[in-house]
């Protein structure tokens, strides 16, 4: 019966068309909900943006150094390239407008996909699993933050457009290469694809375009690396932490797709997608152990490699294992173990399981790619599914921490998360005044009002109010707070003194996935506010909450107060 079912489905190509529209369609509502013209969780963008005013009054070879300066050591030439037309253009920037190019970005690299596929003359239905994989909203970090977007998405795209050229149109050198020199000057790993594109031309006997690729790749890196000053401590073989950090992390970073949830993540969890990172290198090991003879016969130049895919498929992992190696390297003495698996990162485990797929594909017999084609297609799905359910409350307390942020930085100007950048509140204003985000946590009521002008609707008394460890944490757990217009919505709560006023966002959890598919629901019950208590100035703050429902906000009086000392 199964068998049946599978060949009258493998007949309806137009519902494999629809199956590949439908990860997209997804994927852009939840853009569409959570996308907000906000400075995200760090300020990035804040200091990205710092270049306006001064490109506006520098000299033409100033703008260069300007546009490479590096950041902390990427050259962000992209990024503010993209940022610099918009204002050119409009007279200011939306973040949104900076985080829809990228999101574009991300959906060009799955039309490379889609035109390497078509290499193969497969069946639509082999490309479904490569749009569930593509478009999961694990990266969200990227999704939602306007020059990360630009950096993370925007280098993937044009490693990729690199290596399509290199793999699939070899006599057009000129144009992998000019999409190398993009990656390179969008984010720092981008230089990496150039010794990638050299051994591609070299496996496949182009010599004259490897020779060629190797002086352009000096000829690069000289004015990459000119005025560099490396900032970031690297990992010391001599300390075993650090080495045994190393090597879980560099395998949970190509696994990390395996946690599912890009944060708040068990540590047993992060084992896991080391474990996982370890599969993926032994199914690269096994897809690759008859070819390992001819790569290293086409290396010596005795013949040519011919297979394009698995060429293409085999590139996109060499460049994988580089930034992993690198990205190890120079971050385990920072972030430790745990920073592996940041939700900027997790596109990489993303295109590592594709490009697997695609040397499946080219490397297996049709009996085996028919055999397996459902399991692949139907895991994609499934993964899709509950990397969603388990992201989307996350992505949209980001939303909101972006936002209470932004009021924080606005109406406090002694505040730690200005300072910790070495920046005044008078440069945030000024720098916002550029991208103008709204303000909705300030609306209907004056955040610089004194106390005896606060107006409260009733009283709301909250269930916890409890210092744990470097936090301050009050909580409302017997009420739902549902968005009713959108997901800024929600109950925020605030701190206010003669001399502060602070917000901090509701952090709601979503429920178990089987109750949301028995009950329909998705957010938890009950709303939890943490405020670390350094970013609270000295002093006798009252309590407030703030529920905005509908886009309109009510502040109630919780009559409680907090007492926070030096």
């Keep these: ?115 390497a596929f078509q290499k193969l003359h497969l069946s639509i239905w082999y490309f479904v699993p490569v749009m569930w994989l593509w478009f999961n909203i694990q990266s969200y970090e990227n999704i939602f933050w306007g020059v990360s977007s630009l950096c993370n998405f925007g280098v993937i795209l044009f490693v990729l457009s690199a290596l399509y050229f290199a793999a699939y149109h070899p006599k057009r050198v000129f144009v992998s ?64 932490q650090q080495v045994k950090e190393g090597f879980f992390g560099l395998f949970g970073f190509i696994g990390s797709i395996a946690t599912v949830s890009a944060y708040s993540i068990p540590l047993s969890a992060m084992y896991i997608a080391s474990a996982f990172g370890m599969l993926l290198v032994i199914a690269f090991i096994f897809l690759y152990q008859k070819q390992i003879l001819p790569l290293w016969h086409a290396a010596w130049l005795k013949s040519k490699y011919t297979n394009r895919t698995a060429i293409f498929a085999l590139a996109i992992l060499i460049f994988i294992g580089i930034t992993t190696l690198a990205l190890t390297y120079k971050r385990i003495p920072t972030d430790t173990f745990a920073g ?43 993964l899709n599914m509950v990397i969603l359910h388990g992201n989307f409350a996350e992505a949209v307390n980001y939303r909101r921490s972006a936002v209470t ?89 605030i701190l206010k003194s003669k001399d502060h006023v602070y917000t901090t966002p509701p952090n709601q959890s979503a429920v178990p996935l089987r109750t949301t598919i028995r009950r329909g629901m998705y957010f938890n019950k009950g709303a939890f506010a943490n405020f670390h208590r350094a970013t609270i100035e000295p002093g006798n703050y009252s309590i407030f909450l703030m529920i905005r429902k509908n886009g309109q906000n009510k502040i109630y009086c919780t009559g409680k107060t907090w007492n926070e000392i030096d």
Aim: charged letters at 15%; aromatic letters at 18%.
């Design 177 to 240: 290469l000019i999409f190398a020199v993009a990656a390179t000057f969008t984010y720092g790993n981008g230089l990496m694809v150039f010794p990638v594109i050299a051994l591609m031309f070299l496996i496949t006997g182009r010599r004259n375009q490897f020779f060629t690729t190797v002086l352009f790749t000096a000829f690069v890196a000289l004015i990459y690396f000119l005025d560099f000053t490396p900032i970031t401590q690297n990992l010391s073989f001599s300390d075993p």
């Design 340 to 382: 592996m698996f940041k939700g900027r990162y997790r596109m990489y485990s993303t295109m590592c399981c594709i490009a697997l797929y695609f040397a499946f594909l080219s490397l297996k017999s049709h009996h085996t790619r028919l055999r397996l084609s459902p399991v692949f297609l139907i895991s994609a799905i499934v």
């Design 1 to 115: 019966m199964f068998l049946t079912l599978l060949g009258f489905i493998r007949n309806k190509i137009w519902l494999a068309f629809l199956l590949c529209i439908a990860p997209i369609i997804i994927y852009i509502w939840v853009f569409q909900s959570i996308a907000l013209n906000v400075n995200y969780v760090a300020f990035d963008d804040i200091l990205v943006f710092g270049i306006i005013p001064e490109f506006e009054r520098a000299t033409w070879p100033e703008r260069w150094q300007l546009l490479t300066t590096l950041f902390p050591e990427h050259r962000l030439v992209f990024s503010r390239s993209v940022i610099l037309l918009f204002y050119d253009i409009f007279g200011r920037v939306n973040l949104v407008w900076l985080m829809i190019v990228a999101n574009i970005c991300w959906g060009l690299c799955a039309f490379i996909f889609y035109k």
């Design 405 to 493: 942020q932004e009021f924080n930085a606005r109406y406090n100007a002694d505040w730690l998360g200005i300072r910790m950048f070495s920046m005044d509140q008078k440069h945030f204003e000024k720098i916002r005044a550029y991208y103008n985000s709204t303000d909705p946590l300030a609306e209907g009521w004056n955040p610089k009002a004194d106390l005896a002008g606060m107006a409260c609707d009733s009283i709301y008394t909250p269930d916890l109010i409890t210092q744990s460890g470097d936090y301050l944490a009050i909580n409302f757990e017997q009420d739902f707070f549902k968005p009713v217009k959108d997901y800024t919505d929600g109950a925020y709560v």
